[in-house]
């Protein structure tokens, strides 16, 4: 299975043999239009250049993406508290910060004004063309979900260029120009298979173009303020995700083993083979000794920010009789952590560690989870503020483990950015905003993924709604749609962006909490007598005690302003330098 191989052999090799001076500076002094597109080979070293800065371009030493991506999540608590999941983020000064960044883009219109040069065939230009236009389309929709109408820039800016001063495009054409970019990137990428190795093929920009619609076209229907219709892009998400399922290149991981498959989709050392692959739509890839990180080390061993899931998040998964838990009569109660995983969605115990089902330092069995560390009970790696501590991505290495430390990370565990997983349930959730979902429809999505846990199967004639549900006005259907993708995609870079386009945010304003806690569990000591861990000195309970780990940090809780925080504003010199541009909404 072909995939990307990003900042690997071709780009460590093409890329450092190339002038840097021409990499980072577009135009360039050394090469110029006059000496360089000039053969196929200048094609693929432009366009190396810009696979590292949308493959996961902040995957580096710690594995930092992995956590940015994630900890400004509803159902994400850390320590110390993040300021965006918090809502009191403020407007960044200088030029440039908090994603209104505009490099690339030059890159990518200096490259789309001058690839016709090139003396090859039209069909060969065009693969390139399409790989270039795949990261537009990506870059234009990053920029949309933080900011919502930016400028739609179309030409490679110079020191006099007009377009410096363009005020922000209004949210109608700068979607269509969007979407009319990753419809030609489709057109001129090759299909899956025939694409040179480890580049960007068909599928991947189909994939891009499902999410991309998906998010559009239920930002509009929900944020009803706009005024716009969204089912041409809720058509279109649908039809990206079920040309991807048509197509049947994809399939679900799933060996049959209900207790480990969907834990150890996430798991491949370097890059993803044999029937994993098979899930995978997009993967960056890491090579020995040459492009590695430190990520096993510091997420699942230190666990940096102090990360764990909240109570809202497990109460979300269902009982494996396919009924939510102020249903199902298998729901045992949430007095402890160990039961209230019995009897549930096998994904729950696969997304959060139970306690001793996995050892997080190999050499030290000791150090296995045997109750999640909480401030206090244990003096040598990190704690989880909420009991509830993430294990997906985690792996029983310890060579992996050891690649990690020092200045030159050698970690090589590889990570999907496309899932197959995603298309299901986003050409689920488009179908069923579309009220054309029907049980047929759920078969091949939800329940093929139901399947490789164990679970009880979606029955659209007996779903009955939740009396718990965050969505109380949704149809039945939709709101279990919705579910279905919190679970399947947790921790998995998604969730704020689902938030944001289901006009959800006040879900941030939900207390964060953990598990229930009990003294007797934790009867470690100081020489004093004292208990390390204790309520009222490191660890914070609510009134039925509950972890309650922003008490005493956020007393009057996180806040959620609408609509500003459904934004990131633009920084105060940009504003400055362009008096055209209007700050975001409510900023």
């Known amino acids: 299975m072909k995939q990307i191989y990003a900042l690997v052999i071709v780009l460590l090799i093409g890329i450092n043999g190339c002038n840097d001076d021409f990499m980072d500076r577009f135009p360039p002094d050394k090469l110029n239009d006059a000496n360089f597109w000039s053969s196929e080979n200048d094609l693929i070293l432009y366009c190396n250049r810009l696979y590292p800065e949308y493959l996961m371009s902040s995957f580096n030493g710690k594995g930092n993406w992995v956590y940015s991506e994630n900890i400004n999540s509803d159902y994400v608590v850390t320590n110390p508290f993040q300021k965006i999941a918090a809502g009191i983020h403020t407007i960044p000064t200088n030029a440039g910060d908090g994603g209104w960044n505009w490099v690339n883009m030059r890159r990518i219109n200096y490259f789309l004004a001058r690839y016709q040069k090139t003396p090859v065939s039209q069909e060969i230009k065009n693969v390139y063309a399409g790989e270039i236009l795949f990261f537009k389309a990506w870059d234009y929709f990053d920029k949309i979900k933080r900011f919502g109408e930016v400028p739609w820039i179309s030409s490679d800016l110079r020191t006099d260029s007009e377009e410096l001063m363009a005020p922000r495009t209004p949210r109608v054409a700068l979607l269509d120009s969007v979407l009319a970019t990753i419809d030609k990137a489709i057109q001129y990428l090759p299909e899956k298979g025939k694409e040179k190795t480890d580049r960007i093929n068909k599928d991947m920009a189909l994939h891009l173009k499902a999410r991309m619609c998906l998010f559009e076209g239920t930002f509009r229907k929900y944020h009803t303020e706009l005024g716009l219709d969204g089912t041409k892009f809720l058509e279109n998400a649908a039809d990206a995700s079920g040309r991807l399922i048509q197509e049947g290149h994809y399939k679900i991981y799933n060996t049959g083993n209900i207790r480990e498959d969907y834990h150890d989709v996430f798991i491949a050392m370097g890059q993803f083979t044999g029937e994993k692959a098979r899930e995978v739509i997009l993967q960056r890839k890491f090579v020995e000794n040459e492009l590695g990180h430190n990520f096993l080390r510091y997420y699942n061993w230190n666990n940096d920010y102090k990360m764990g899931g909240t109570r809202a998040l497990v109460d979300l998964y269902l009982c494996k009789d396919g009924l939510p838990i102020s249903q199902s009569p298998l729901y045992r109660g949430n007095d402890s952590i160990q039961v209230e995983f019995i009897d549930r969605d096998q994904r729950l115990r696969q997304t959060i560690c139970y306690p001793n089902e996995y050892i997080l330092i190999p050499e030290q069995n000791d150090y296995g989870i045997q109750l999640p560390n909480l401030p206090g009970s244990t003096s040598d790696y990190g704690f989880c503020e909420t009991g509830y501590w993430f294990i997906k991505y985690w792996s029983f290495n310890p060579a992996e483990k050891d690649r990690g430390p020092g200045t030159n990370p050698k970690g090589i565990q590889a990570f999907i950015l496309f899932r197959y997983a995603e298309t299901l349930l986003i050409h689920a959730e488009a179908m069923a905003e579309l009220g054309r979902c029907d049980q047929a429809v759920v078969d091949k999505t939800i329940n093929v993924l139901r399947n490789r846990v164990g679970m009880a199967p979606m029955q659209i004639s007996s779903l009955v709604k ?11 259907l939709l709101d279990e749609v919705r579910r279905e993708r919190t679970v399947e995609l947790a921790f998995e870079f998604l969730r704020r962006d689902d938030l944001v386009r289901w006009k959800a945010g006040k879900l941030y304003e939900k207390k964060p909490l953990g598990m229930k806690f009990w003294q007797y569990m934790y009867p470690k ?25 922003h008490q005493k940090q956020l007393p009057g809780g996180r806040i959620f302003e609408e609509p500003k925080h459904y934004y990131f504003p633009i920084p105060i010199e940009d504003i400055t330098l362009n008096p055209n541009l209007v700050q975001s909404p409510g900023w």
């Open 466 to 476: 939740d009396s718990k549900s965050d969505f109380p006005e949704l149809p039945v």
């Open 525 to 549: 000591k100081n020489s004093a007598g004292a208990y390390t861990t204790q309520v009222g000195k490191n660890i914070f309970v609510d009134q039925d005690g509950f972890l309650d780990p």
